[in-house]
């Protein structure tokens, strides 16, 4: 029962991590499974379960608010059952990716839920806004994460249940061998779906050239990930620094004058203004205004100050209690500082049309940036460890969250409340936009070796090769995949990339479809004995 417990509150601390503070994105399964196997007694399984997930999970974002499979109650549901399961570290992994994928995928049905209940909850928050009401708007913001937490925290405490029970292991100890083996290749194979979902994201006709100074660094010069990695942060600045020509961001004419900011908000105010938005920014997020109540919930302190008469400070909240959604990592603090300045210059309105001219494209360059290409790289490298049992892989992937999240945020706030709107709006426009770019080149390049070195799988067929020795024929048996290293190192992981990014980019399939097709095809291959994570040893 208390790892259960425990199991059900790790799931509910994910769920506000990946809404609120980001403090070590918790919400990625490769957190989330690693700490599920320190609360259940197996870390390496929990290590190796998340961040086959994880890898899965490459190039899937909940964008707009669209439902995906639920990777972190997966990975923590996965690691309870497979902590109960009979067999060694690899029959157990195995049975865990066979029920962490599908309960990823079952529970996504959960999500609209969750995102229904708080959506009517706004409207309740509306009604507090007309009333003036503050602890009423902060309670109904608050609360909003209830629903979000326990679609996901009680299917979580259901499955730790049963995973104490001895009937986990009665079961699996009657799965068959082969199928063990099969789910064994698929879990290797999964890390091509994230690839490709990803690769189709980005911009391949005009990168894809880059791709080949990843893998030439990896297949046949034998760098490390690390060193790719350092190798793609040159090819980027050099990339970055001969081209300079991405179009700018247009701000309209109503808000393009200079805001001059007096001393009205104290610096505690501003601090208010900046946790709440830290600490909570989507938690309320719904379908019908998407991040507007988090946005209100933070601006409260500060039109508290500025609008003594209620009529203004009510006007104020429900001013930006309308439509807002943009990156909530970078954009978010940006367009809220410059927010702050406006409402403080006495120019409401410019406020109001800051956030209409800038949520939308500081949307485009904040999502590529951080989740498509920052948070890719990062995780991949702290997955690719973590699959040869090292706890530097979460380590390393929580602190590239934590620290440059926090700096970001913090520096964006207060640049725009102390610069403007105007000077915002062209430094993402200018800046933002070339580390776009810069981003996206170091993705090609890292990804280029990453392919190779995480998506695992070799062909144990041979084929017999009658030659002549002192003139009498001798029948050999010759491993295929000696042949095809001798061709190219790593083409049947280049091949089975390129072949599921044809499934999304032409075929366009649903990445569920796709991932269903992977499993299917690798508990086949690899029940049948065909292919394999890695070549037998030769004894």
Not at 238 to 256: G, H, M, W
Not at 359 to 365: C, D, L, T, V
Not at 465 to 486: F, K, N, S, Y
């Amino acid at each position: 029962m208390l790892v259960a417990l425990a199991l059900t509150l790790w799931a509910i601390y994910c769920t506000y991590d990946g809404l609120g503070p980001f403090l070590i994105y918790a919400q990625r399964p490769l957190i989330a499974g690693s700490v599920a196997g320190l609360i259940v007694g197996h870390p390496l399984l929990g290590l190796l379960i998340g961040a086959t997930l994880e890898l899965a999970a490459l190039g899937v974002y909940t964008y707009g608010g669209a439902t995906i499979p639920d990777y972190q109650t997966g990975a923590i549901v996965g690691t309870a059952l497979a902590a109960g399961a009979a067999g060694d570290t690899s029959a157990q992994v195995a049975i865990g990716l066979g029920v962490g994928l599908p309960a990823a995928i079952l529970l996504s049905a959960l999500d609209p839920v969750g995102k229904i209940i708080t959506t009517a909850l706004v409207h309740r928050a509306d009604g507090y806004a007309a009333d003036g009401n503050a602890r009423g708007l902060a309670v109904i913001h608050w609360v909003s994460l209830v629903p979000w937490a326990a679609v996901r925290a009680i299917p979580t405490f259901l499955a730790a249940l049963a995973a104490s029970g001895g009937l986990v292991k009665d079961i699996t100890a009657s799965i068959p061998a082969g199928f063990v083996q099969g789910m064994t290749l698929a879990g290797s194979l999964l890390p091509a779906v994230g690839f490709a979902l990803l690769l189709g994201m980005m911009e391949l006709s005009r990168y894809w050239y880059l791709l080949l100074i990843g893998f030439v660094a990896f297949a046949y010069l034998h760098v490390p990930l690390l060193g790719i990695a350092l190798i793609g942060v040159a090819v980027a600045m050099l990339f970055v620094t001969l081209k300079r020509d991405e179009p700018a961001i247009e701000v309209p004419e109503s808000a393009a004058e200079e805001s001059t900011v007096d001393a009205r908000l104290t610096k505690q105010d501003l601090r208010r203004v900046f946790r709440r938005y830290f600490w909570s920014s989507q938690i309320s997020w719904n379908y019908e205004r998407m991040q507007a109540l988090g946005f209100a919930y933070s601006m409260e302190p500060a039109l508290r100050r500025l609008y003594p008469e209620k009529a203004d400070y009510v006007a104020g909240l429900q001013r930006h209690l309308q439509f807002f959604n943009t990156s909530v990592l970078v954009g978010g603090p940006l367009i809220l500082g410059s927010s702050v300045a406006l409402e403080e210059a006495g120019t409401p309105k410019s406020a109001a049309s800051t956030k209409v001219a800038l949520m939308g494209p500081m949307a485009g360059i904040g999502d590529t940036v951080v989740f498509a290409l920052y948070n890719s790289i990062v995780f991949t490298m702290g997955a690719s460890w973590a699959l040869q049992g090292n706890w530097l892989g979460p380590a390393f992937a929580a602190v590239m969250v934590l620290v440059p999240y926090a700096l970001i945020r913090r520096w964006q706030f207060g640049f725009a409340y102390r610069e403007g709107k105007r000077l915002a709006g062209r430094l993402a426009a200018g800046a933002l936009a070339r580390v776009a770019q810069g981003a996206t080149v170091l993705g090609f390049v890292v990804l280029g070796g990453f392919i190779p070195s995480i998506v695992k799988v070799v062909t144990t067929l041979t084929y017999r090769q009658t030659t002549t020795v002192q003139g009498q024929p001798v029948t050999q048996a010759v491993a295929i995949q000696d042949r095809l290293d001798e061709l190219v190192p790593f083409l049947l992981p280049v091949l089975v990339t390129a072949g599921v990014y044809l499934l999304t980019a032409k075929a366009r399939l649903r990445p569920v479809w796709i991932i269903a097709i992977v499993v299917v095809a690798g508990v086949i291959l690899g029940w049948l004995g065909w292919f394999a994570p890695s070549a037998p040893a030769k004894g």
